[in-house]
């Protein structure tokens, strides 16, 4: 999820688990969800904010530890203050589109060019 704040900032993540650098918030469907409210709980797991105007940037075809993976990748807005949640995430920050920490995964890269790509487009459901 690429949420960013009201200043346009956008929300990065460092993972407790990930040395590979910042990220960006999510994980994974429950049974029964779609992918847009998964990509929604994520976030408020994560960092405790709370997705507005959920809306699809595309789709990624990835490799993830030698087998197939296919993103779905969502931006929103929030208003919230991102706190981490201790245990998958050790820190929680905005930061200005033009100033983004390094470093940064290879997956967070191509989600943001993707965003940085992709028009403004309806909210997902």
């Not at 976030?43 to 993976?69: K, N």
């Not at 706190?83 to 920050?93: I, K, L």
């Amino acid at each position: 999820m690429i949420a960013c704040d009201l200043e346009g900032r956008i929300l990065m993540v460092r993972l407790s688990y990930a040395r590979a650098g910042w990220s960006l918030p999510g994980g994974g469907a429950h049974r029964g969800e779609s992918m847009a409210q998964a990509a929604a709980r994520e976030l408020v797991e994560e960092t405790g904010c709370t997705a507005i105007g959920v809306r699809t940037v595309g789709i990624l075809q990835e490799v993830i530890s030698g087998s197939p993976h296919t993103a779905h990748v969502f931006a929103c807005v929030t208003e919230d203050h991102p706190r981490a949640d201790g245990r998958e995430v050790v820190e929680a920050r905005f930061f200005p589109p033009h100033s983004l920490p390094h470093p940064m995964t290879a997956r967070t890269e191509a989600r943001l060019a993707l965003w940085r790509d992709a028009p403004a487009g309806p909210t997902a459901g």
